[in-house]
């Protein structure tokens, strides 16, 4: 029996280019000269350089530790020599270059000493955490955030249902798709261990129905291996499919509350590839230092996907490809959710899903803005349910909490409400604005916070410091009152001790008979009153 499916919000089935890069098998991608390495490629603080220029490295050993709970290390990709820790040219909106590490290769791939966990079904889940954020796996599904941390609930949830997302969505990547037809048995294999660490009763694999190759491979793997409680579902192939939350929603119809994670529902959700590098590293001991790449476009010769070391420069892969036409824009990611790289001399970060060398029949320059019509054809298709003409008005007015209220950080930034909008009106942008600007506010209002609370601590500080001053000075008062009432007590009593010796040191000699001594004569009549 075929299991029930529901249908999210809006979407939209867009035209598809997948084909262009699937017509071939993904192969290794030629070893490049230099690896540049980045400190920063996920979700949280940079990891922390612990090599040095001159050093020589090993593949797969540990060159910036993470840095911080929400961090990742990052490991040589490829042995060879350490030749710069720099600033470099990093794939990101802004442009902007941040601290590199750059290896020069050796040509030898010599890897570090590994250490297998064939055994991993003994293992304490804690034990498995720990082993995937030593091997710096985040997720490969574009957003980067720190894999160990989604496979630990926490205290008070409960896993019920562990999906993997092969719902590859964006028109022209096809790295998970070929990924799913050649590499099944790692991805499901990937996928037991996760389940292991979380204690999933069930798993469920969420593909389009544009992948058939890819269904076919994931299930003919499933009965090879013999794994229960595991379902290859089809899904309709519709944009944006692969959105995590549109995804739960889709297979289990289970809504994840505004603001909320998919733990609030009982759902976890990772893409197949960081399920097959979670293989990798519990069953092999190798870390994330290679992932697919898809290099496409129609300004490249031959596209096609490759295996790619973390690090390698985009102009080496598009020369892989046949090399790209002058004047295209470069794009990382797809031409819904991606962005325009700054040149071809970044690197392959981990987050890196896709190169697009797009002509301008693809991604063009956008013609001018329009005054917005208020269609509401942007509220038709938000699969988020989102109001996005009223979050372009606050966001315009720099209205932020109102921004806020509209539930902004519910927008994963899809881009079909620029896409629908007949005014031309790039809302996906004012979008990032918004909340790139709230996020500066807060990270100032922390700042702020933390300088109050320093303040406040040092006035505390200080009164404590004064009220103890003055206590002490109350004791020693008092001590020196005590002493001197001592010593005068001490006095008198030594002049009666000294009254009472002289006393007894003037009285005659004699024994118990004697009279009693007296210094005094006796009076005349006293003398009388004797005779």
Known sequence: MARKLWRFHGGLRLPGYKAISTARDAVPARLPRHLVLPLTQHIGEPAEPVVAVGDQVLKGQLIARADGYVSAPVHASSSGRVVAIEERPIPHPSGLTAPCIVIETDGRETWAPLTLHLDYADMDPSALRNLIREAGIVGLGGAGFPSYIKLNPGPGHKVDTLILNGAECEPYITCDDMLMRQRAREILQGMTIMRHALQAKQCLIGIEDNKPEAIAAMRAAVKALGIEQVEVVVIPTIYPAGGEKQLIKTLTGLEVPSNGLPIDVGVVCHNVGTAASVYWAVIWGEPLTSRFVTVTGDGVAAPR????????PVQDLIEEVGGARPGLRLIMGGPMMGFTLSGADV????????????????????????????????????PAQLLPQQLYWYARAKDFDKVQDHNLYDCIECGLCAYVCPSNIPLV???????????????DQQKADLARRRHEFRLERLEREKAEREARHRQK????????????????????????????????LGGADSAPATSDPATPAQDDQKE
Do not use: H
Request: proline residues 9%.
């Open 305 to 312: 996907n490759l295996e790619v070391l973390i690090g390698t």
């Open 429 to 443: 942008q004012y979008f990032r604005y918004a909340k790139t600007e709230i996020w500066a506010r807060e990270r």
């Open 347 to 382: 690197p392959v970060v981990k987050a890196t899903n896709c190169i697009l060398v797009a002509g301008p029949q693809v991604v063009g320059d956008p013609p001018p803005p329009m005054p917005c019509i208020r269609c509401g054809a942007c509220t038709d298709v938000c």
């Open 477 to 508: 008062k008092a001590g020196v009152s005590d002493a001197a009432g001592d010593d005068k007590q001490a006095a008198i009593k030594a002049a009666v001790e000294r009254a009472r010796r002289k006393r007894e040191a003037a009285a005659p």
